[in-house]
């Protein structure tokens, strides 16, 4: 199915910063929109997201130039080709940046048309958005569903909030509940229990980016007492929902000193001495997994890796959903587990390949989204179609997260018929 016509507008995301959609419409009228996030603790080698750095509008972050990548040069080089040869689509769109890191056109203008154009496809099939994805991983269409479990922040810090609490995320992980609905009840319940705490306790439960509370604790520890009292407050066993942390170490790490800076503990910390507070932690509150623990060019993370054992280490800057930096990963032991955001790499081809190279290394895949967010669910049906383990989303509130949870509320009662 050609595809007719390729547009872009400028839409604002959950923090309230423009972002970009961009919709497709092929010859037999399917139509489809996605509006790609964008992120704030971001590693360095990710793919660049175009900014117009015009003072005047939008602080300097507006997305004009990306739109007009889409409208001036993307539509007129795909206008006409396939749909469903999303390689072909996403290798023109690569080679008409031309650059390594998409900093031509954009990655934000890049990835809103590749999902996009897979999107319509999917519609023009007459399948579900997993079903059709499923299809362009393994080229294997019905067949067994994995649901991945929900990974909820509930409480932020780090970039993302404006408090004293150096962990960026922490993460309560259900995953004890044998369906989705379950696991998302868990999550709701838990954290309305921890909202209670809070409030009985003194504690300010204004939210941050993701929709987790963000109040200022004496360290970081309490973050994680407070976790643990809110889910059994709430009825529930530490073996049935776990925690799991993302400490965002690149936002922690002074390169000049060649330390972490932790507010929240008073302390500047070498590469060993913030493993050994990893540690330390891990031993104490049995993490399911710590994602991003060290800054992503430190050298100590095989050692991380090994000695966090069996919480499984997780790369997020290390990684960056690329499929040579994963491949690399697993030769090295640097990581386990991976996280997946399109736009760290910018196509759908570039990420199902980072997938497909992570599971053949037996890494546990944790799609993800970013902090700033669309109500888009996109990344809900390709957790489901590529059989992630895990999927980050956000708080169990608010509307750019909930759309991915209740979708994949609906995808269950979907694949139960």
Same mark, same amino acid.
């Given at each position: 199915?050609?595809?007719?016509?390729i547009?872009?507008?400028?839409?604002?995301?959950?923090?309230?910063?423009?972002?970009?959609?961009?919709?497709?419409?092929?010859?037999?009228?399917?139509?489809?929109?996605?509006?790609?996030?964008?992120?704030?603790?971001? #590693?360095?080698? @990710?793919?660049?997201?175009?900014?117009?750095?015009?003072?005047?509008?939008?602080?300097?972050?507006?997305?004009?130039?990306?739109?007009?990548?889409?409208?001036?040069?993307?539509a007129p080089?795909?206008?006409?080709?396939?749909?469903?040869?999303?390689?072909?689509?996403?290798?023109?769109?690569?080679?008409?940046?031309?650059?390594?890191?998409?900093?031509?056109?954009?990655?934000?203008?890049?990835?809103?048309?590749?999902?996009?154009?897979? /999107?319509?496809?999917?519609?023009?099939?007459?399948?579900?958005?997993?079903?059709?994805?499923?299809?362009?991983?393994?080229?294997?269409?019905?067949?067994?569903?994995?649901?991945p479990?929900?990974?909820?922040?509930?409480?932020n810090?780090?970039?993302?909030? @404006?408090?004293?609490?150096?962990?960026?995320?922490?993460?309560?992980?259900?995953?004890? *509940?044998k369906?989705?609905?379950?696991?998302?009840?868990?999550?709701?319940?838990?954290?309305?229990?921890?909202?209670?705490?809070?409030?009985?306790?003194?504690?300010f439960?204004?939210?941050?980016?993701?929709? #987790?509370?963000?109040?200022?604790?004496?360290?970081? @520890?309490?973050?994680?007492?407070?976790?643990?009292?809110?889910?059994?407050?709430?009825?529930? /066993?530490?073996?049935?929902?776990?925690?799991?942390?993302?400490?965002?170490?690149?936002?922690?790490?002074?390169?000049?000193?060649?330390?972490?800076?932790?507010?929240?503990?008073?302390?500047?910390?070498?590469?060993?001495?913030?493993?050994?507070?990893?540690?330390?932690?891990?031993? /104490?509150?049995?993490?399911?997994?710590?994602?991003? #623990?060290?800054?992503?060019?430190?050298?100590?993370?095989?050692?991380?890796?090994?000695?966090?054992? *069996?919480?499984?280490?997780?790369?997020?800057d290390?990684?960056?959903?690329?499929?040579?930096?994963i491949?690399?990963?697993?030769?090295?032991?640097?990581?386990?587990?991976?996280?997946?955001?399109?736009?760290?790499?910018?196509?759908?081809?570039?990420?199902?390949?980072?997938?497909?190279v992570?599971?053949?290394?037996?890494?546990?895949?944790?799609?993800?989204?970013?902090?700033?967010?669309?109500?888009?669910?996109?990344?809900a049906?390709?957790?489901?179609?590529? #059989?992630?383990?895990?999927?980050?989303?956000?708080a *169990?509130?608010?509307?750019?997260?909930?759309?991915?949870?209740?979708?994949?509320?609906?995808?269950?009662?979907?694949?139960?018929?």
């Amino acid at each position: 199915m050609k595809i007719i016509e390729i547009t872009a507008r400028e839409i604002l995301d959950s923090r309230g910063n423009p972002t970009v959609a961009a919709s497709c419409i092929l010859r037999d009228g399917s139509f489809a929109e996605v509006g790609v996030p964008s992120g704030a603790s971001t #590693g360095e080698k @990710e793919a660049v997201e175009l900014r117009d750095k015009d003072s005047r509008r939008f602080q300097g972050l507006g997305v004009l130039s990306a739109v007009n990548s889409v409208n001036e040069k993307i539509a007129p080089a795909i206008t006409g080709l396939d749909a469903k040869n999303q390689t072909l689509i996403d290798r023109t769109l690569c080679e008409l940046d031309g650059s390594d890191n998409k900093e031509n056109l954009g990655a934000n203008a890049i990835l809103a048309v590749s999902l996009a154009v897979a /999107k319509a496809q999917a519609i023009s099939d007459e399948l579900e958005l997993f079903e059709y994805l499923k299809v362009k991983y393994n080229k294997i269409h019905g067949g067994k569903y994995k649901l991945p479990t929900p990974m909820f922040n509930v409480l932020n810090g780090g970039k993302h909030a @404006e408090n004293n609490i150096d962990i960026q995320e922490t993460m309560i992980v259900p995953v004890g *509940p044998k369906t989705f609905f379950k696991k998302l009840q868990a999550g709701s319940e838990i954290y309305h229990t921890l909202k209670n705490n809070l409030l009985s306790e003194g504690y300010f439960v204004g939210l941050g980016d993701e929709g #987790g509370f963000a109040p200022d604790f004496k360290n970081n @520890e309490e973050v994680f007492k407070a976790v643990s009292k809110a889910i059994a407050d709430a009825g529930y /066993k530490e073996s049935s929902i776990r925690i799991s942390l993302d400490v965002a170490a690149d936002s922690l790490y002074n390169k000049k000193t060649k330390t972490y800076q932790l507010l929240g503990e008073s302390k500047d910390l070498d590469s060993r001495r913030m493993i050994i507070l990893l540690q330390k932690w891990n031993k /104490k509150y049995n993490f399911l997994s710590i994602e991003d #623990g060290l800054f992503e060019n430190d050298s100590k993370w095989p050692e991380l890796t090994a000695t966090i054992k *069996p919480t499984f280490s997780v790369g997020d800057d290390l990684l960056v959903t690329n499929s040579q930096k994963i491949g690399l990963a697993a030769k090295n032991n640097l990581a386990n587990g991976v996280i997946i955001k399109p736009n760290q790499v910018g196509t759908l081809t570039e990420t199902l390949k980072a997938i497909k190279v992570a599971q053949s290394n037996r890494f546990k895949i944790i799609i993800s989204h970013r902090s700033g967010e669309t109500t888009d669910s996109f990344i809900a049906d390709l957790a489901v179609a590529v #059989g992630a383990d895990y999927i980050k989303a956000g708080a *169990p509130a608010r509307s750019e997260r909930l759309s991915k949870y209740n979708r994949l509320a609906k995808i269950e009662e979907v694949l139960n018929k």
